[in-house]
């Protein structure tokens, strides 16, 4: 992993979600293991939004063993990484809060004010509540 390129996904593109295989991109990264960073999670219905601010924000840290993925993945979060402006998400370095190491993350690049806060910091866990039946009583 020394001198390996990490990014840090914390939403949709997590496994077990299908999005990496659907992008084909699956076999361009290697899974490393569960991490955090700093920061905040917002709920933008299909997918979450993180920016900076207080909170742990959980995810997987994973390796690019093909650096063609980095291009994938941009197009797939409207990253642009020379029209900062128009993009929806900027590739950014950020310190890992458990490896001490740092990694590509995508940060949100809107006005998240009046978002609904995703307050676990947990994109999977979050979900799994959503997706949860309720119960009825009667």
Not at 26 to 37: F, I, K, N, S, W
Not at 46 to 55: D, E, K, Q, R
Not at 101 to 124: C, E, H, K, M, Q
Request: charged share 20%; net charge negative; aromatic share 12%.
């Amino acid at each position: 992993m020394p001198g390996q390129e990490l990014i840090f996904l914390y939403g949709s593109l997590m496994l077990p979600y299908p999005t990496q295989a659907r992008l084909g991109v699956e076999q361009m990264l290697e899974y490393v293991g569960p991490d955090a960073v700093a920061g905040r999670l917002f709920d933008l219905g299909p997918y979450p939004a993180l920016t900076p601010g207080p909170g742990r924000v959980s995810g997987q840290v994973f390796a690019l063993k093909d650096p063609r993925a980095m291009a994938i993945l941009d197009r797939f979060e409207v990253c642009l990484p020379f029209e900062p402006q128009e993009s929806e998400y900027l590739r950014e370095q950020w310190p890992l809060l458990e490896r001490g190491l740092t990694a590509w993350v995508y940060v949100f690049n809107r006005p998240f004010s009046g978002l609904p806060l995703i307050a676990s910091g947990d994109w999977a866990l979050h979900q799994s509540r959503e997706q949860a039946p309720s119960s009825t009583l009667g």
